[in-house]
């Protein structure tokens, strides 16, 4: 099994940067992907980042090019560099992490949120 750690969420001004962490710990073997998702108030939990045991990455269309998705596998820690923050970017950000079964990729694992809110 996998836990999921989350931190660096907080207040920042638009503009602003913030970088999140994701510390995983347990039974790391296997795991296909991990990424960012976020959930605003009144939205649906949406897709920020994510990246394969390969090393590829994939971005929503509205964070490409202000926000990295990185890792550090001899820390087991997941990063999520957010920068030129915008209000729009204001929700919980939750770290996951899937394995693949044949070809179907499943989020086995998620972790507890942290909140960013982005404002002035």
């Known amino acids: 099994q996998v836990q999921l750690v989350e931190s660096g969420g907080g207040l920042v001004q638009p503009g602003g940067s913030l970088r999140l962490s994701c510390a995983a710990s347990?039974?790391?073997?296997?795991?296909?992907?991990m990424g960012w998702y976020r959930q605003a108030p009144g939205k649906q939990r949406e897709l920020v980042a994510r990246i394969t045991s390969g090393g590829s990455t994939n971005y929503a269309d509205s964070v490409k090019g202000r926000f990295t998705i990185s890792r550090d596998n001899a820390k087991n820690t997941l990063y999520l560099q957010m920068n030129s923050l915008e209000p729009g970017d204001t929700a919980v950000y939750y770290c996951?992490?899937?394995?693949?079964?044949?070809?179907?990729?499943?989020?086995?694992?998620w972790g507890q949120g942290t909140q960013v809110t982005v404002s002035s």
């Open positions: 996951s992490a899937g394995k693949m079964y044949s070809t179907i990729y499943v989020i086995d694992y």
């Open positions: 347990g039974t790391i073997f296997g795991i296909a992907a």
